[in-house]
Structures are given as structure tokens and as C-alpha cells.
């Protein structure tokens, strides 16, 4: 017997930063608001003098159980799927606030480029630069249009940096300033400078000094204790939707937040949504959430995985190139980079913040001339101060024994001797990259997983390659005696971690034929359901995600508020 509740003005599934972001600007205008998050309540006093790496970044307990909810991976259509059983490339945050939770909080924003790249990519180098089976496309919705919301973002969450002079306009600086500067850092700007090239401090999540935001709340800054990745932060000095958007919208008296609140199917009928069905997994109790308006804010493969079993959209076809729900599914290329070891230096490398480093973007988007390269789009170089945690780093030679009386006094060597310069490199998507419902495997309540079909192609190939050597470069102007540099770049892995920046499947553009959802966010399928979060993305930049996510969210509640008021498709 299924339990029905009392409809509301909009329900909200999943309470991350794009939910969070939603639900707080919603409720600001007085609209009842329904939040359903399938994991449990989180606040910072959860955090409080819990250092422990072992818990959190190796016994994932931020992350979702696999046992109950995975998905299923295949490279090529040719082979069988199998569940991800245990955590390797990526992680699925799960709880309020949702894999905002445990980021970095590395806040960058997608270059122009990005939003037209396809126009862009053609108008400079003509159409054979596009491989014919990769479908890039404009996302309907320029830089320009975007920047307001990139500022909103980035002044509700605070974020602590100054202008990348290679990056799109600013309507205003950041809210705070940047970082401190670390010996390492220093030595990384001064050898890309020499280089010709254009360092700036990384935009950062982990405040730079205290804070009060346009909604008053107060936030204390960072203190470089170099627990963020995997971590929430017991500070609240790393903005996360718990001590930004969420309390704004508990205050309001407008947000019923309902925490172990699996939303299984979004209801509808005649081309409307009526609301969603969900389990509480503490019962086992279904229930039906009435809404004038659905708001799908979960984790990428979430949004796909719920509209499909909602049997709402096309689903996807790579046989025909038709249909949209499941299309471009996207990744990241972070393997083109390379390691330093300094003979006589000594680093203190286990200090730091999840987004502590310089960066420059001068082999980013189509900040250089790719007439003479094979692939598009690039990606950044930086040289991050994360904290290296002592059971998850032991930096030696590749050419180093892995055992036995070398291995132990390289490892000791080198433990203050290592620095490295990374690549976050662009993830361009193609007709056989997707996702579709798994036709075996299925969650703990009998619904069918998603399946990711995915692999390395010669775009991300050459485009590690080429930043790899670039990394080598700057080490080797830094000063470094020896260096270890990615070569080849080969079959995607998902065993081991890389990064948990997942795009595509609900993407955003504006023709229906080729997009699910409008510049904002709102399915051309059906009006009064909107999905938000990276799953719109056309591809992936050489970027970190949240700060587009968190710019769409607010254009997205926008869009909601104007929709409440006249309905039909926003323009």
C-alpha cells in the first residue's frame, strides 16, 4: 500500500549543492519545498577531531554502499557489463549535501570556449578537426549569460582566489583573496613564468580568510590541516551545501527535508509530472510525494538512472545516433602528468588544503593553436598542495624495487623529495560513449542499474601525452634531478581512482532532437520536471565541474521560480 502525501509546490530529489542551491532559493520566495535525500543527515559536528584516514578515505564513509546501489561498466558495446563492486575511479558521495560534501573545493569556471565549442572549434580550424563519430555540440547558453550565476556561486560560496588571466570576463572579483603561497607553489610560478606562461593561485572552496556571505552566513577560514578530499570539514571552513544553502532554506520554515528517502520513480501522466514515489529505507514504507513542480538534483548516473526507469525522455540509441537520455556521457583525462624528485630539497608536503596550488591555462580549451596537435580542448597544469596522508603515499621512482631493502630506503628518501605537476585534461564525448539501463544487474529494490559503456580514445591519448611533456618541462625548470612522466596513456580503468568527475546524460542545448533539457535545466519532454547537475553537461572541460554545476543551479531555480509563476517552456 503505497502512502499519499499532501502535494507541495516542488519537490526536490537529492540534496546536494545543486539541491541545496534550489531549495534555498526557492524558498526565499515563499515556495513550499520538499527535500528527499536517500542517505542520512550530516553536519559539521559529525567532523569534529575526526583526522582518520582510514575511515573515511579508505573505508569510504561518505560514499554510497555498493552493495545496495553501483553501476555496471563495459568499454565497448562488444562485451558484457559488470557491477562495480568496489570503490575505484570514481566515488558517489551520498548523504545531505551529497558528494559536496567531501571535494577538494578546487572552483573553477568553464572557459568561453566550453559553452560554444563546437561553433568555436569550426570556426577556427574547419570541420575535419571534429572526428566524425564525436559529437560535440553548443550548449545553448554562452559564457556571457552564464557569468552572473558564476558569481552568485562563487559569492555564496565564498571562494578564495584572484583573476586567471587566460579565463572569461569577471563582473567582479572573488569574495575573498587567495590562498598562502607554499615554498612549492612559489617554485612552480616562478619556473612557468620563465617558461612564458601565466600562473595564478587556484580558486579555492577552503576560505582564505573568515567569511560572511549575501545570506549571513558566517564561516571561519581555512586552517591547511590538509583533510578535504574524502573528508567533511570540521571547520566548515570548505564550503559545502551543509553550512551554505541548507540552512538558508531551514530557515525559512518553507523546507521539509526528509533524509533515508530513496526516490524511486518521478510520476506523470499526460506529458506532466505529478510528483515522485520513494522508499523510506528505515520502514520500507513507499510514498507518494505530490508536486506541481520535480526538481532531479542526484548524482550523474542518478538523474539518467531515475528518468529512464521513469520511462521519461528518448533513451539514447549509439546504433542510430538518436534519442537523448543517456547521450555524451563524458569523463576526465587526469593522467597526463608527471612526478619530481629533488636531491637535495625538502618538502613539507603533508600540510596543505584540498585546493592549495598554482595553476596556469595556457594548453586549456582553445587557449592555443591546435592546428598542429591531434585532438581539441587541453586542460590545466597545476601544482596542488592537497596533504599527502601517509597511508595512501609512498612517492618513489618508477624504476624502484617494490619490495625489500631498496624499497624501503627509497621510501624514506623521498618521502620529503617528490613534487608533482598534474593535468586535469577536457573529456570530449562520443557516439559510443553512453549510458542505458543494464539489462541484468539491479539495485537492492529490483530496479535495474545503469551501465556505462566508456574507454580512452586517441583524442584523450594525445591529449595526455601532450600534457604530460608539458609537466615534464615545468619540473625539470623547478629543478628536479629526476622525473617520471606518463608515456602512454592506455585502456580506461575503473579500478583505480582517478577522478569523480562524471558528466552527460541529461545534456543541455537548444534543439530538442539533441538535448534533453533547455539553457535551463527544464526537459523539453515535460515542462514542469527539471533535472540540474553535471549529468547536463555536453562534454567536460579542463576543469573541476562544481562551479558550472553550482552557476546551472541558480539559472535552473531561476527558471523554476518564472515557471511557478506563467508555466510553459522557458526561453
Known amino acids: 500500500m503505497v502512502k499519499k502525501l499532501p502535494k507541495t509546490d516542488v519537490v526536490i530529489v537529492g540534496v546536494g549543492?545543486?539541491?541545496?542551491?534550489?531549495?534555498?532559493?526557492?524558498t526565499k520566495q515563499g515556495l513550499n519545498v520538499v527535500g528527499l535525500e536517500k542517505g542520512q543527515e550530516r553536519e559539521?559536528?559529525?567532523?569534529?577531531?575526526?583526522?582518520?584516514?582510514l575511515r573515511y578515505a579508505l573505508r569510504y564513509e561518505l560514499m554510497q554502499d555498493l552493495s545496495k546501489d553501483t553501476i555496471t561498466f563495459r568499454g565497448n558495446e562488444k562485451v558484457r557489463a559488470l557491477p562495480m563492486r568496489q570503490y575505484g575511479s570514481f566515488l558517489f558521495g551520498d548523504g545531505l549535501g551529497g558528494a559536496g560534501v567531501h571535494w577538494n573545493g578546487q572552483t573553477f569556471r568553464f572557459l568561453p570556449y566550453d559553452f560554444e565549442i563546437r561553433s568555436k572549434t569550426i570556426e577556427r580550424y574547419g570541420k575535419n578537426k571534429i572526428p566524425a563519430d564525436m559529437t560535440i555540440q553548443d550548449w545553448g547558453i554562452t559564457y556571457d549569460e552564464l557569468e552572473p550565476y558564476f558569481d552568485k556561486f562563487e559569492k555564496m560560496a565564498g571562494i578564495s582566489g584572484e583573476e586567471n588571466p587566460l579565463g572569461g570576463k569577471r563582473s567582479d572579483k572573488y569574495p575573498t583573496g587567495p590562498m598562502k603561497h607554499s615554498p612549492q607553489m612559489r617554485m612552480f610560478k616562478k619556473a612557468t613564468e620563465n617558461l612564458g606562461y601565466h600562473?595564478?593561485?587556484?580558486?579555492?572552496?577552503?576560505?582564505?580568510?573568515?567569511?560572511e556571505n549575501p545570506d549571513g552566513i558566517s564561516r571561519a577560514a581555512c586552517q591547511y590541516c590538509a583533510f578535504c578530499e574524502r573528508f567533511g570539514c570540521e571547520y566548515g571552513a570548505k564550503a559545502d551545501p551543509v553550512v551554505t544553502v541548507i540552512p538558508v532554506a531551514k530557515q525559512t520554515g518553507k523546507f521539509d527535508l526528509r533524509t533515508h528517502s530513496w526516490v524511486r520513480r518521478i510520476l506523470h501522466k499526460d506529458g506532466k509530472a505529478t510528483g515522485v514515489r520513494y522508499t523510506d529505507v528505515t520502514t520500507g514504507e513507499e510514498i507518494e510525494q505530490p508536486a506541481d513542480t520535480v526538481v532531479v538534483t542526484s548524482y550523474v548516473f542518478n538523474n539518467v538512472k531515475l528518468?529512464?526507469?521513469?520511462?521519461i525522455g528518448k533513451p539514447y540509441d549509439s546504433s542510430t545516433?538518436?534519442?537523448?537520455?543517456?547521450?555524451?556521457?563524458?569523463?576526465?583525462?587526469?593522467?597526463?602528468?608527471a612526478v619530481g624528485y629533488f636531491e637535495d630539497e625538502k618538502f613539507n608536503n603533508f600540510a596543505g588544503a584540498g585546493a592549495l596550488g598554482m595553476v596556469i591555462d595556457d594548453f586549456n580549451g582553445d587557449n592555443f593553436d591546435h592546428s598542429d596537435v591531434n585532438f581539441i580542448h587541453g586542460g590545466y597544469l597545476s601544482?596542488?598542495?592537497t596533504g599527502q596522508r601517509p597511508i595512501q603515499n609512498n612517492p618513489i621512482p618508477k624504476d624502484?624495487?617494490?619490495?625489500?631493502?631498496?624499497?624501503?630506503?627509497?621510501?624514506?628518501?623521498y618521502i620529503n623529495k617528490t613534487l608533482s605537476v598534474s593535468a586535469m585534461g577536457a573529456s570530449m564525448p562520443y557516439k559510443q560513449h553512453y549510458l542505458d539501463l543494464d539489462p541484468v544487474y539491479k539495485d537492492t529494490?529490483?530496479?535495474?542499474l545503469i551501465r556505462m559503456t566508456y574507454d580512452f580514445r586517441d583524442q584523450d591519448r594525445n591529449l595526455a601525452q601532450f600534457t604530460a611533456k608539458k609537466a615534464q618541462e615545468i619540473l625539470q625548470e623547478m629543478g628536479a634531478d629526476k622525473i617520471d612522466t606518463m608515456k602512454e596513456l592506455g585502456p580506461y580503468n575503473i579500478t583505480t581512482y582517478q577522478s569523480t568527475h562524471n558528466t552527460g546524460g541529461v545534456i543541455m542545448g537548444a534543439d530538442p532532437e539533441t538535448s534533453a533539457v533547455n539553457n535551463y535545466s527544464q526537459m523539453w519532454d515535460m515542462e514542469n520536471l527539471f533535472v540540474v547537475g553535471a549529468s547536463s553537461f555536453p562534454h567536460n572541460s579542463g576543469y573541476n565541474p562544481t562551479d558550472t554545476v553550482g552557476a546551472l543551479a541558480y539559472r535552473a531555480a531561476e527558471g523554476i521560480i518564472k515557471y511557478q509563476k506563467d508555466g510553459g517552456l522557458l526561453a
Open 199 to 211: 600562473p595564478y593561485t587556484m580558486p579555492s572552496a577552503n576560505l582564505s580568510e573568515s567569511y
Open 383 to 385: 601544482l596542488t598542495q
Open 44 to 53: 559539521t559536528e559529525d567532523y569534529f577531531m575526526v583526522h582518520d584516514e
Open 307 to 311: 528518468l529512464l526507469n521513469s520511462k
Open 445 to 448: 529494490f529490483g530496479d535495474p
Open 17 to 26: 549543492w545543486a539541491g541545496g542551491i534550489i531549495a534555498s532559493e526557492l
Open 321 to 337: 545516433g538518436k534519442g537523448v537520455v543517456g547521450k555524451n556521457y563524458a569523463y576526465q583525462v587526469v593522467k597526463g602528468s
Open 400 to 413: 624502484s624495487p617494490t619490495w625489500g631493502k631498496e624499497f624501503k630506503k627509497n621510501s624514506l628518501s
